[in-house]
């Protein structure tokens, strides 16, 4: 629940602003001279609220949607405009146009996704986005919807629908479903999605025709943030792919400096570590990473030389009662387990709870009885184990009966650490299950394991998923380049319907077929857990190539409904191929990025051979005699 503090500063001079901004946003959403005539008694049908009322959705707004806690504030609401440190964003195909966003408003005429990684901080520059929007001279009323909250298992889902369930959390119920539909129509709604990543796989298709609806239906510019590798960047023509940059070294001394929650000496401590050994801010590259640096930093008995040096000293920092920046308290433990024990049960919760479903929030009854199951599968008898994580760390979160972890970097890396503590076999069968069956909830944990378990997880993850992708392309065969690149545009598309009615007629371009699904899924899977990424591939021009070809007279001649692979109701498939060669194709691909991605699946294989040589010679039995 929100602190007394932040409640009693609602009531101050921001309060009100936000308030009075609230309620001329929302007059501004069904007032207006432009909306015509035969819509005017649908919205005549919603009553006005009142500004009393809308002093409680004022604070509903503010706890959704500009507040947040840190690691730092774990016990306390942050406004997000006390703490936001400027992020900058540049179009993924392009390093020209960084944006810094700050107080300006983010302009967009289609589908912007912006992609960042764990911790990066996309949730927050969308709230920084909707903070701007209601400080901008605009009629539309911002909203986040947080697409792992939707109810995906409905037969169909609603734009509309999923818009007025939003509204009604925020206490506004009287506006009928015809009357969103209108609003979003009119540019009157603002949409943020927030975190595609965190929808599974077998979902996220309806999320991409939800997202895709807001545009193509409704005519709607909205966000959406992803981290790397997922479907919703590989939509041509209506998607943006933005990149969420990295800290440099002066945004990490910056935010230091600002930070009223660092104690002096412990300020210029760090300040001073950080101008000797510039190599430091060289890994503080995302805002929870600092978080955790600056949190833990008191603790720390040597300089980090990584993110994991950082992540690696948090759970002991926080339940430390020796914590020079006093943020954890003496409590009286609810189970006897020691500090070792604990965080032993917390990595099996944390994997659990992870893998039952891609959240970090969670009822009451599933974290109970997910700690009671950790805590028995170590030999352990003691209750209440979870009672002691939430009250001496607060890394997880109460809210009602709702259990959230702080951050989702810091489930999937304690989901890492249990891993990384199961046997051999354990270890084996987890990474070749994940190598054949790539798991959206799962590419944090193996990036984390890519650092904590390098041996096994180049072995027997990173080999087995190259041995997949090559049934389908040989991307080891340095000599076969053109193929692999060409190989490549299937990540994009695999045939070419053209309407039999040509010249003149349809030309569209169809996504993989069902016997590719592995083949894409295993590419995206590359992007989001090894960083390798595929070319980018101008998709435009390669469209207009095709069309051209398609339509030079003469060309269907070739083909008929028989000889044709398959027939639709307005159409012929015809194979990719067919139409352009494959020389035709590599001038549409970056030529030098397809370069750097065979060297890095080259590179891949040098690692895989190098650590299986490493693995061997510290398990040699030799070493015992």
Same mark, same amino acid.
């Given at each position: 629940m929100m602190e007394s503090g932040l409640s009693k500063a609602l009531e101050s001079e921001l309060g009100k602003k936000l308030a009075n901004l609230l309620f001329?946003?929302?007059?501004?959403?069904?007032?207006?001279?432009?909306?015509?005539?035969?819509?005017?008694?649908?919205?005549?049908?919603?009553?006005?609220?009142?500004?009393?009322?809308?002093?409680?959705?004022?604070?509903?707004?503010?706890?959704?949607?500009?507040?947040?806690?840190?690691?730092?504030?774990?016990?306390?609401?942050?406004?997000?405009?006390?703490?936001?440190?400027?992020?900058?964003?540049?179009?993924?195909?392009?390093?020209?146009?960084?944006?810094?966003?700050?107080?300006?408003?983010?302009?967009?005429?289609?589908?912007?996704?912006?992609?960042g990684k764990?911790?990066?901080?996309?949730?927050?520059?969308?709230?920084?986005?909707?903070?701007?929007? /209601?400080?901008? +001279?605009?009629?539309?009323?911002?909203?986040?919807?947080?697409? *792992?909250?939707? &109810?995906?298992? $409905?037969?169909? @889902?609603?734009?509309?629908?999923?818009?007025?369930?939003?509204?009604?959390?925020?206490?506004?119920?009287?506006?009928?479903?015809?009357?969103?539909?209108?609003?979003?129509?009119?540019?009157?709604?603002?949409?943020?999605?927030?975190?595609?990543d965190e929808v599974t796989t077998a979902n996220r298709s309806k999320a991409i025709a939800l997202i895709t609806s807001a545009y193509s239906t409704y005519n709607c510019a909205c966000i959406v943030t992803t981290r790397p590798g997922t479907e919703i960047q590989l939509l041509s023509g209506i998607?943006?792919?933005?990149?969420?940059?990295? /800290?440099?070294? +002066?945004?990490?001394?910056?935010?230091?400096?600002?930070?009223? *929650?660092?104690? &002096?000496?412990? $300020?210029?401590? @760090?300040?001073?570590?950080?101008?000797?050994?510039?190599?430091?801010?060289?890994f503080l590259v995302t805002p929870i990473i600092l978080d955790v640096f600056i949190t833990t930093y008191p603790e720390l008995s040597a300089d980090p030389t990584s993110l994991i040096d950082v992540y690696e000293q948090l759970f002991t920092s926080l339940i430390s009662t020796h914590d020079r920046l006093k943020i954890s308290?003496?409590?009286?433990?609810?189970?006897?387990?020691?500090?070792?024990?604990?965080?032993?049960?917390?990595?099996?919760?944390?994997?659990?709870?992870?893998?039952?479903?891609?959240?970090?929030?969670?009822?009451?009854?599933?974290?109970?009885?997910?700690?009671?199951?950790?805590?028995?599968?170590?030999?352990?008898k003691d209750y209440n184990t979870h009672l002691d994580v939430i009250n001496k760390t607060s890394l997880i979160q109460v809210d009602g009966n709702e259990y959230s972890y702080i951050h989702k970097s810091i489930i999937e890396f304690n989901a890492a650490k249990h891993i990384l503590n199961l046997s051999d076999a354990a270890r084996v069968s987890y990474y070749e299950r994940m190598a054949i069956s790539p798991h959206s909830n799962q590419e944090n944990v193996l990036k984390f394991l890519s650092k904590i378990d390098e041996d096994m997880f180049y072995i027997h993850y990173t080999k087995n998923l190259l041995l997949n992708i090559n049934k389908i392309a040989n991307l080891l065969n340095s000599d076969n380049s053109m193929s692999i690149e060409s190989l490549l545009l299937y990540k994009f598309y695999s045939n070419v319907t053209v309407s039999v009615t040509l010249p003149g007629g349809k030309v569209s371009f169809q996504p993989l077929k069902k016997d590719n699904d592995h083949f894409i899924k295993y590419m995206l899977t590359m992007e989001s857990v090894l960083d390798i990424y595929t070319p980018n591939l101008d998709k435009d021009n390669l469209e207009l190539e095709i069309i051209k070809v398609v339509s030079t007279k003469g060309f269907l001649s070739k083909y008929s409904i028989l000889k044709s692979a398959s027939s639709t109701l307005d159409g012929i498939t015809i194979p990719l191929l067919d139409i352009v060669s494959e020389r035709q194709i590599i001038q549409f691909l970056d030529g030098q990025h397809a370069k750097m991605f065979v060297t890095d699946i080259l590179n891949l294989d040098r690692l895989i051979i190098e650590h299986k040589k490493i693995y061997d010679g510290k398990n040699s039995m030799s070493e015992f005699f």
């Open positions: 001329g946003r929302f007059n501004a959403l069904i007032k207006s001279n432009d909306i015509d005539r035969d819509v005017r008694d649908v919205f005549d049908t919603i009553a006005p609220i009142d500004e009393h009322s809308f002093d409680a959705i004022s604070l509903k707004v503010t706890e959704k949607y500009l507040t947040f806690r840190t690691l730092q504030s774990r016990t306390q609401d942050i406004f997000i405009g006390d703490i936001y440190h400027p992020l900058k964003i540049k179009k993924t195909d392009s390093d020209e146009n960084i944006v810094t966003l700050v107080d300006n408003e983010f302009i967009s005429t289609k589908i912007a996704c912006i992609v764990a911790g990066q901080g996309k949730t927050t520059i969308l709230r920084k986005m909707v903070y701007n929007h /209601l400080n901008m +001279d605009s009629n539309e009323f911002p909203i986040i919807i947080t697409l *792992r909250n939707v &109810d995906w298992t $409905k037969p169909s @889902i609603d734009l509309k629908e999923i818009v007025s369930v939003e509204f009604q959390e925020l206490g506004i119920n009287n506006i009928s479903l015809e009357a969103y539909a209108y609003l979003l129509i009119k540019n009157r709604i603002k949409i943020f999605f927030d975190g595609f998607v943006i792919n933005y990149t969420l940059l990295d /800290l440099e070294y +002066d945004d990490v001394k910056k935010i230091v400096e600002r930070n009223s *929650r660092i104690l &002096d000496v412990d $300020k210029t401590q @760090i300040l001073t570590l950080l101008d000797s050994k510039r190599e430091i801010a060289n308290f003496q409590r009286e433990s609810q189970s006897s387990l020691n500090v070792k024990q604990l965080e032993e049960v917390f990595w099996g919760a944390s994997f659990r709870l992870l893998s039952s479903r891609n959240d970090v929030t969670f009822t009451g009854n599933e974290i109970e009885k997910t700690f009671l199951v950790s805590t028995e599968k170590l030999g352990l």
